[in-house]
């Protein structure tokens, strides 16, 4: 394969790294209608590359067109959703404690509090979003809205698309006058890179998406800088399911379809991707299983997003298989190839999957393990032995929901979002979206990688005591005058 882009030199990291930093310290003083007005210029922008984006990010990928195009928009929405809550500016969360001079013992004093930017951040994107998750994907939107330049480590998977991106970013700083070093573009397929930029002493945080291995990786570099940062990394999950009898009684049909489809669509690249579907053993179950058995062996294979994934794909699931008692129960009946994802589904009794933890792993791509419980307790148990998700999800009747108190709040203990009826594919961009949770779905699973909350992972709260209004930000003065939501001596107020 013929190398596109050279991989960048160490020299080169420096003078980015120096250049964001310069650019970090102009940015950080425009204000948020400013801020908000290049954001909106980037999607402006990427719209504007029109349909070669689109043809380079297929050839790259091995996506449709149909998906790209839906996911460009789903990157352009995401980028002006943020410029809009920017612009409004509520979200430094200004809050205001008047001073009390005569107060005894001592008098109190005036101190003002808000959210503000933490400096450059470094980006790392996933294969399977080279648009959602990449060069002005959800971390970089989230960064600038905060008030940080952004340096992206293109992803090897996708280096053309990435730099047909970055070059609207360009055309987007040029137009509304920002500075140059607000976005900086690293190519690079070495992990030497990827680590040079984690440790540079100009980097303030990461934001990263991809796998676990990835992830934790650079995670445990951070850490180890003799100035620690932090990762926010959103990773893997295995996404289970659990399938109330009532529910698989009366609808497993229904649910057995819908889950084919959640399970191989994309040829099971997603990281919401349903990787466990957990029932107790009954009639029920046996007819979930032979409907989704019957709907996977008509499923196409597809070629997967490049050779690693594909190769990773195969490793894992060969990995499941090979364990004791686990049972394939269906795999396409369609012939395919190296490079092709191979829609499949297979089972195992709970016990053996509590003992076996090489069966807790996420398998990337459309592949799912069904967990067969004997009672109601053995489910609980297996709630007991999962690791941090970024989704759980309940199918359940009234009636199942009714006794189902306990395995609501046991599965709430270990997810970012909880899903009733409905499948965890299909992360909806918007204010009140979870995408993340307990480790290790993601480092910090107090935030989210979606909506505008993002960007609380790239702020720090900064409080000024006794300070005159003139030399206070506008969002901290009396009288309020962005007509800003602030709390004032416990008070909301607008
Ligand atoms: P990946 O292999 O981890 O790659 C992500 C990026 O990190 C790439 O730029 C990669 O560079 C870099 N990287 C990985 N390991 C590194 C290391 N040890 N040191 C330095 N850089 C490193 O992930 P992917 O295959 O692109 O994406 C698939 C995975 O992403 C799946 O596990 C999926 O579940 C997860 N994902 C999660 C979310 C979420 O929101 N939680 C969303 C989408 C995807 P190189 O290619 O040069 O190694």
């Given at each position: 394969?013929?190398?596109?882009?050279q991989d960048?030199?160490?020299t080169?990291i420096e003078?980015?790294m120096?250049?964001?930093y310069?650019?970090f310290?102009?940015?950080?003083?425009t204000?948020a209608?400013?801020?908000?007005?290049f954001?909106?210029?980037?999607?402006d922008e990427?719209?504007?590359l029109?349909?070669p984006l689109?043809?380079v990010?297929?050839?790259e990928?091995?996506?449709?067109?149909?998906r790209l195009?839906g996911?460009?928009?789903?990157?352009?929405?995401?980028?002006r959703?943020?410029?809009?809550?920017?612009?409004?500016?509520?979200?430094?969360?200004?809050t205001?404690?008047t001073?009390?001079?005569e107060r005894?013992p001592?008098?109190?004093p005036?101190?003002?509090?808000?959210?503000?930017p933490?400096g450059p951040?470094v980006?790392f994107?996933a294969?399977?979003f080279p648009?959602?998750?990449?060069?002005?994907g959800?971390d970089?939107a989230?960064a600038?809205s905060?008030?940080?330049s952004?340096?992206v480590?293109?992803?090897p998977?996708?280096?053309?698309?990435?730099?047909?991106?970055a070059?609207?970013?360009?055309?987007?700083?040029?137009?509304t006058g920002m500075p140059?070093?607000?976005?900086?573009?690293?190519?690079?397929a070495?992990?030497?890179?990827?680590?040079?930029?984690?440790l540079?002493p100009?980097t303030?945080a990461?934001?990263f998406?991809g796998s676990?291995?990835g992830?934790?990786?650079?995670?445990?570099?951070?850490a180890?800088?003799?100035?620690p940062i932090?990762v926010f990394?959103?990773?893997g999950s295995?996404n289970p399911?659990?399938l109330?009898p009532d529910?698989?009684?009366?609808e497993?049909?229904?649910?057995?379809k819908?889950?084919?489809?959640?399970?191989?669509?994309g040829?099971?690249?997603f990281c919401?991707k349903?990787g466990?579907?957990?029932?107790?053993?009954s009639?029920?179950?046996?007819t979930?299983?032979?409907?989704?058995?019957?709907?996977?062996?008509?499923?196409?294979?597809?070629p997967?997003?490049?050779?690693g994934?594909a190769?990773?794909?195969r490793?894992?699931?060969?990995?499941v298989?090979?364990?004791?008692?686990?049972?394939?129960?269906?795999?396409?009946?369609q012939?395919y190839?190296e490079?092709e994802g191979i829609?499949?589904?297979?089972s195992?009794t709970?016990?053996?999957?509590?003992?076996?933890?090489?069966?807790h792993q996420?398998v990337?791509?459309?592949f799912?393990l069904?967990?067969?419980?004997?009672d109601?307790?053995?489910?609980?148990?297996?709630?007991g032995?999962?690791?941090g998700?970024?989704?759980?999800?309940?199918?359940?009747?009234?009636k199942?929901?009714a006794?189902?108190a306990?395995l609501?709040?046991?599965?709430?203990?270990?997810?970012?979002?909880?899903?009733?009826?409905?499948v965890?594919?299909g992360?909806?961009?918007?204010?009140?979206?979870?995408h993340?949770?307990?480790f290790?779905?993601s480092?910090?699973?107090?935030?989210?990688?979606?909506?505008?909350?993002?960007m609380?992972r790239?702020?720090?709260?900064?409080?000024?005591?006794?300070?005159?209004?003139?030399?206070?930000?506008?969002?901290?003065k009396?009288g309020?005058?962005?007509g800003i939501?602030r709390?004032?001596?416990?008070?909301?107020?607008?």
């Open positions: 394969m013929i190398k596109l882009f960048a030199t160490l080169e003078e980015a120096q250049r964001a310069a650019a310290l102009i940015y950080r003083r204000t209608k400013q801020k908000a007005g954001i909106r210029a980037v999607a990427i719209e504007a029109g349909e689109i043809e990010a297929m050839r990928t091995h996506l449709p067109a149909a195009t996911e460009r928009g789903r990157t352009c929405f995401q980028l959703n943020i410029a809009d809550v920017v612009a409004e500016g509520s979200w430094v969360e200004a205001i404690d001073a009390l001079p005894l001592l008098p109190k005036d101190i003002r509090n808000m959210l503000v933490i951040v980006v994107g294969s399977n648009f959602a998750y990449s060069t002005a959800v970089p989230a600038w905060a008030g940080c952004v340096v480590k293109a992803h998977a996708h280096p053309e698309t990435s730099e047909m991106v070059e609207a970013i360009k055309k987007a700083i040029a137009k140059e070093g607000l976005f900086e573009h690293i190519h690079g070495s992990f030497e890179i990827g680590k040079a930029l984690v540079h100009k303030a990461v934001g998406t676990f291995a992830g934790k990786a650079l995670f445990d570099l951070a180890q800088r003799p100035v932090p990394a959103e990773m295995t399911v659990f109330l529910a698989l009684e009366k497993a049909e229904k649910y057995a819908m889950y084919a489809g959640s399970i191989t669509g040829m099971g690249q919401t349903p466990l579907l957990i029932g107790v053993e009639q029920g179950l046996d979930f299983i032979s409907v989704l058995a019957a709907e996977i062996r008509s499923i196409l294979p597809a997967m997003l490049h050779s994934i190769k990773a794909f490793t894992k699931r060969a990995e298989l090979g364990q004791e008692k686990v049972v394939v129960e269906a795999e396409t009946s012939k190839g490079e829609p499949s589904v297979a195992v709970a016990a053996q999957f509590v003992a076996i933890t090489a069966l996420e990337f791509g459309p799912s069904v967990i067969k419980c004997k109601a307790a053995e489910m609980q148990e297996v709630i032995h999962l690791e998700q970024l989704t759980c999800t309940v199918i359940g009747t009234e199942d929901l006794q189902a306990d609501l709040f046991s599965v709430s203990l270990i997810c970012g979002r909880l899903i009733l009826n409905g965890p594919t992360v909806e961009v918007g204010a009140a979206m979870q993340g949770g307990p290790p779905a480092t910090d699973g107090r935030f989210g990688s979606v909506g505008p909350h993002a609380k790239f702020v720090r709260p900064l409080a000024f005591q006794n300070f005159p209004m003139p030399l206070l930000p506008d969002e901290l009396d309020n005058p962005l939501w709390m004032v001596n416990g008070n909301w107020e607008k």
